[in-house]
């Protein structure tokens, strides 16, 4: 019994083991797991929230198609009533009236129809409407996911430019370190004043701190991209894009193209025409007051009646049978005055068709600001990335020349330490003009129509 029991013990423990191991392998591989630029945009897509709403509106459109088709459908519908009556009665016996008890059992039985003819085409429009509404939910849902792509592209690169400015505060510490031990050795040997040990140390605090703020820079940015797609940020992390050198092919020689694809294109304009079909047909939806309607009606009803005061009533089934009768009815309905409800309904509408054409004419407007601002935009990046790197190059020669002059003691350390800062500015600003630049070419590939990821 002893052995069983050492043997159960023994299986529970290797059990036990093995899951904590499978849990500690499971965690770290989710802990490590980097996330792609399109992995983002595919889980933003499919989980956002308001990517999410958007759908359910193309669920309650496609509804409101169904409930439209059925108003073209006669309506149907049954009735069935039971009354109790309980009262008194004079009846005659003979030459003289007795007063009696009188109980009363009544029911009825109905089923009726009504279609309309027509309304004035109301109907038809209302139809036609549904099926506009749910067209301009997807290109509404369309434009939603449109934005938050850029949106998270935008929040992705973000990431990288703080980590490469992480990297470059990290190199600059790393370099400081070293040249505050080189100062140490400068300064041993009686080749510099000590003072220059004192400078070192505060250049290494500053890059120390430096460094703090970048690491900080990354974790929001990591942050503010995990809050996007909706993801725990514990563990979140992201696959780096080697962004090194980027080209002016990445540039348009014309806005034209651009501006010409995204008019006949972008889902904006495409929203703003179809709001100018909506409201043409709700102008003719108003115009429908103004028509006669026509509709047909029938109607099939039974009864039966019971009382105590007689014993000779016909069977319930019987008197159901005996007593069916059939209406039919046709119905004109002739608007006169309304009171100039009609009159009042059209000329908001064509108001509103107005408006909707000047909506369309302000879209155009806004697109082909936002095109060439960003063409414009993407223009001066780039060449505000390319007087980045010639200043860099000339900052490193620069910088090379003043270490040099340093270790000679032609140069002080404060003068050394300012060219470092120019240094670390213009490595600053190259990677700042790097990105917006990346990030620029990305919006004219987004009125385009062109993929975000690659």
């Known amino acids: 019994m002893k052995k069983r029991i050492t043997s159960f013990s023994n299986n529970n423990m290797k059990y036990g083991l093995f899951a904590c191991v499978l849990f500690f392998v499971i965690s770290s591989f989710s802990q490590q797991k980097k996330w792609t630029l399109e992995e983002c945009v595919n889980y933003a897509l499919e989980n956002n929230i308001t990517i999410q709403q958007g759908e359910n509106a193309l669920l309650t459109n496609e509804q409101n198609i169904i409930a439209a088709k059925g108003n073209f459908l006669p309506g149907v519908s049954a009735s069935a009533g039971h009354n109790i009556g309980i009262g008194t009665q004079r009846i ?13 059992h009544s029911s009825s039985f109905g089923i009726g129809a009504n279609q309309t003819v027509f309304n004035g085409f109301r109907l038809t429009n209302l139809y036609k409407q549904s099926k506009l509404n749910l067209e ?6 369309s434009r939603i996911k449109d934005d938050i792509s850029l949106n998270v592209v935008n929040a992705y690169l973000n990431v990288l430019f703080n980590r490469e400015n992480l990297s470059t505060a990290q190199a600059q510490y790393e370099f400081s370190d070293k040249q505050l031990q080189q100062v140490k050795s400068l300064v041993d040997a009686g080749v510099q004043p000590r003072a220059n040990i004192y400078d070192a140390e505060a250049t290494l605090s500053a890059d120390a701190q430096s460094v703090t703020l970048a690491e900080n820079n990354v974790t929001l940015s990591l942050l503010t991209l995990s809050q996007l797609l909706q993801v725990p940020f514990e563990g979140f992390n992201v696959e780096v894009i080697n962004i090194e050198n980027p080209s002016e092919v990445l540039l348009y020689d014309s806005v034209l193209p651009v ?13 703003a025409e179809k709001n100018i079909e909506n409201a043409e047909l709700s102008t003719e939806i108003s115009k429908s007051g103004y028509l006669p309607s026509v509709s047909l009606g029938y109607g099939f009803n039974t009864n039966a009646f019971y009382t105590n005061l007689t014993q000779n009533e016909a069977a319930f089934l019987d008197q159901l049978n005996n007593q069916k009768s059939h209406s039919f009815n046709l119905n004109v309905n002739i608007p006169i005055f309304s009171r100039f409800q009609n009159k009042t309904a059209v000329a908001k509408s064509k108001i509103q068709e107005e408006n909707s054409k000047l909506n369309l004419d302000q ?3 806004n697109l082909e600001s936002n095109i060439q601002r960003a063409f414009t935009d993407a223009k001066s990046a780039f060449k505000a990335f390319d007087a980045a790197k010639k200043s860099l190059a000339a900052q490193e020669l ?3 020349n003043s270490q040099e002059r340093f270790n000679i003691g032609s ?5 050394l330490d300012q060219a470092r800062i120019r240094l670390v500015n213009s490595q600053a600003s190259l990677i700042n003009a790097k990105y917006d630049f990346v990030f620029k070419t990305k919006v004219l590939d987004f009125y385009m129509g062109k993929s975000l990821t690659n």
């Open 136 to 141: 301009t939910s997807q290109l509404e849902l």
């Open 411 to 415: 140069m002080t350390s404060f003068e």
């Open 92 to 104: 005659d016996i003979g030459d003289s009236q007795v007063i009696v008890d009188r109980t009363s």
């Open 398 to 400: 620069s910088f090379e």
């Open 363 to 365: 879209a155009k407007l």
């Open 259 to 271: 501006l010409n694809y995204a008019l006949e294109n972008r889902s904006e304009i495409k929203i």
